[in-house]
């Protein structure tokens, strides 16, 4: 069974421009969650999806992020413009229930802001 | 959620049993205690959970104290790739916002 992917790995772009990072939580997997860790800080949650609905965005830093989930199968969280503090390891999970269940993570995108 | 305190580091030896402790002295009788670890450059690996007995699968033991205040994880055998940073979460059984510390920083050496 595939883990849960994300696409870029890296991504190194100049303040102001526009990022796109991508997850693709296990197959059948309902609820997918982003985090995020930036420099020198401890690993946040930003939102939760149940199927294609956001379920608690609490985490999200500001409005230039925006989370999207069609179809409540991937997953793309844009940023828009980036500053320099947006320089960090974005992380997806996923889990089949929320709550009391594992969430399975992916690799992370390390995203560069110059 | 109930804060936890880790040690910032430790060192285990290899082959050796590697016991990670957490303090949760404000554990409230829902929550759970969660262990998840990241190896370097990895996303976060989920370990174990429990509630108040004592649990154990493929790769750990969770041991939690009779009053809940405090829990640890074994890890019986360590190897090179467990280094890792461990964290010790505590949640309610409906949440779903893992809330990760610093940590401990744990180092296996050959």
């Known amino acids: 069974e595939a883990g849960v992917t994300q696409f870029p790995s890296h991504s190194v772009i100049e303040k102001g421009q526009t990022v796109t990072l991508r997850c693709d939580p296990i197959?059948?997997?309902?609820?997918l969650y982003w985090y995020r860790r930036v420099m020198g800080k401890e690993i946040k949650f930003l939102l939760h999806f149940v199927k294609e609905s956001k379920q608690d965005e609490s985490g999200m830093p500001n409005n230039r992020f925006l989370a999207e989930r069609t179809g409540g199968t991937y997953s793309t969280l844009k940023v828009q413009p980036a500053e320099l503090e947006d320089s960090g390891v974005y992380f997806c999970?996923?889990?089949?229930?929320?709550?009391?269940?594992?969430?399975?993570f992916g690799p992370g995108t390390r995203l560069t802001v110059l | 959620d109930a804060k936890t305190t880790q040690p910032t580091s430790m060192d285990c030896a290899e082959g050796r049993a590697a016991n990670l402790p957490c303090n949760h002295s404000t554990i409230s009788g829902n929550e759970y205690v969660y262990w998840y670890r990241q190896i370097h450059s990895q996303g976060p690996q989920y370990i174990i959970h429990?509630?108040?007995n004592n649990e154990t699968n493929e790769m750990a033991s969770l041991i939690i104290t009779e009053d809940r205040k405090s829990s640890t994880l074994i890890l019986p055998h360590a190897t090179l790739r467990d280094t890792a940073v461990y964290y010790c979460?505590?949640?309610?059984?409906?949440?779903?916002?893992?809330?990760f510390g610093a940590g401990t920083t744990v180092t296996v050496r050959a």
């Open positions: 429990g509630l108040k």
């Open positions: 197959s059948g997997h309902d609820n």
């Open positions: 979460i505590v949640s309610r059984s409906n949440d779903y916002k893992l809330s």
């Open positions: 999970a996923s889990s089949q229930d929320r709550g009391r269940q594992e969430q399975f």
